[in-house]
């Protein structure tokens, strides 16, 4: 039986909806494509680069920034303290988020003071009629969440789909020709290859019963997207393994679902659609500089995605 109070991460996920809206995140693709594109001018005179570093890590991270409303003088420190607090463990791991927890709550604090048009000033002035607005420490934990979800995994879904359309490059090309077809596009590739490889373990509350599996209470289930998107009974085994970017009515799970659907799933389609057409349109002779198979993966974990992925592609000037 549910109990009638929600408990406070439900009632916390209500709130931060009210703000977090798809037409206040379609708002920002001008910005976001001009993010992408000023990432693209950076590389186009090189004729090589990693592309996670120059391109699928920069992108998510100064979306964030712009989203949170972090400003300009403040982004090299936030960007720095971000993508340390977000690589392996380790003593600067650690410190890291401690800056960076700092940082968003003073950041909580000034946008308190002066709200502006960003989502955290949103979110400042968030008001539940029972309990009031959010309290600063749910708003500071509300602005870290978003950081690490908003960047990890958005930084895999760029990077697998650049692995899966220059190990496709027919699909690439397709998308070339009909970029009508990225928004398809993207749910596919995020069935084809998802970012996140296993989900934290839930534990059943009662015995059931999930795909003819008996789970006794108390027992571990991990969802795999991975698996869940060759899954799909109503598609044929051989075409689960394909990827076909014009795949109407793509089906996955890789923004979770029901209650524990993705509230950034909106911004997360946005940066890849506006981020891989970017690429493609701006370099369309990019190929990766190693061999396939050699291009290094982040270790088995609840992440999945490369750690680097070396390109070329014809060096071409900067767009003026």
Known sequence: MLNADPPDHTRLRGLVAAA??????????????????????AMAPLGTADLVRSFTGPLPVQVI?????????????????????????????????????????ELVSEKQRSPGDHLLSALTAVYDQREGRLSKAELVGTANLLVVAGHDTTVNLLGNAMVALLRHPEQARRLRERPELLPGAVEELLRFDPPVEFTPMRYAAEEITLGGARIPRGGAVVVAPTSVGRADPAMTERD???????????????????????????????EAEVGLGTLLRRFPDLTTAVPPADIPLIPVGLMRGPVSLPVTYTPVPATP
């Open 20 to 41: 977090f809206t798809r037409p206040r995140i379609e708002a920002l693709r001008p910005r976001v494509a001009e993010i992408a594109e000023s990432l693209a001018d």
């Open 65 to 105: 920034s712009e989203l949170l409303g972090v400003p300009e003088d403040g982004r090299a420190s936030f960007r720095a303290w971000t993508s340390q607090a977000l690589g392996s463990t380790s003593e600067k791991q650690r410190e890291a988020f401690v800056e960076l927890n700092g940082y968003l709550a």
């Open 240 to 270: 689960r393994d394909v990827l076909d970017v014009s795949r109407p009515a793509v089906r996955h799970l890789s923004f979770g679902h029901g209650i524990h659907h993705c509230l950034g799933a909106p911004l997360a389609r946005l």
